[in-house]
């Protein structure tokens, strides 16, 4: 059974530092597409009272990040999680042009941003300046008897390409989410892409909360849930002015030493 839900519990919010992500993509109004994908909260409720535990061997996370001024050929950097438990973990990387940041909490929520500014290239339509973020989670879990879990997942996506196009220069976030039983025998799906080109003005702002409920069987099943946020922005190639380039560097290298802080002190 799939829905589509306002939050019926209030939302425990990420980290304040995740929240750096949008400001600072909001502050650089000048770039040309900016992406930015929230999980806001992650919660679920047993319906007949029992209790759900995760399996503790199934936990996967990875999280991810790119930049690439001219698709690599002029500037490129990568950075993705070396531990896939889940749990506190910040990714950046930036290169002139173009910066992505994921970050993860212990919580099981996130966020993941993506920038990009015009800037020179090899051609304006194969080879764009790009960056990305990506969080990959999935977990494996029992109820103590038959029953049914619901998973409520809040979320906003935020992008942004004024005078974009379809093609070279535009903004994406993606959210997947699915849950079920292992047996097949419920759950969904949701797969959610919103561009920049979906809004008149090339801005737009979406959010909501997904909800997906599990039936087990019994102790011995087992029932599982997956949730992927990515961030995508792309950008033409063009000569910027060189405090744009400033900025975003600045930017990137500012909000990566205060998650790093943040991750430290966890």
Known sequence: MKKHILS????????????????????LAHADSTATVQIDSFSYNVAGGGKLAWTGTDAYQNVSAQAEDAGGINGFDANQSTTYA???????????????????????????TALSLHGP????????????????????????????????????????????????????????????SYLGTSGGTFD??????????????????????VQLTGADDIGYYSLVSNAYASSISAVP?????????????ALGAALRRRQHRA
């Open 192 to 213: 959610i892409e919103k561009y920049s080109f979906d809004s008149a003005t090339g801005i737009g702002t979406y959010d909501g909360t997904l909800s997906l409920t």
């Open 8 to 27: 019926q519990s209030p939302a425990r919010r990420i980290l304040p530092v995740a929240a750096l992500a949008a400001t600072m993509a909001c502050g």
């Open 121 to 180: 290239g090899i051609s304006a339509i194969s080879q764009p300046n790009m960056g990305s973020g990506s969080l990959n989670q999935s977990d494996a879990f029992t109820l103590t008897g038959a029953d049914t879990v619901t998973f409520n997942v809040g979320y906003t996506i935020s992008v942004s390409s004024p005078g974009g196009n379809t093609s070279d220069s535009f903004a994406e976030g993606v959210i997947d989410f699915s849950a079920g």
């Open 86 to 112: 889940i749990g506190t973990n910040v990714q950046s990387a930036s290169t002139t042009y173009a910066g992505g940041m994921a970050y993860a909490t212990g919580a099981r929520t996130g966020s993941v």
């Open 241 to 253: 002015e060189p405090s744009q380039a400033a900025l975003l560097l600045a930017g990137l290298g």
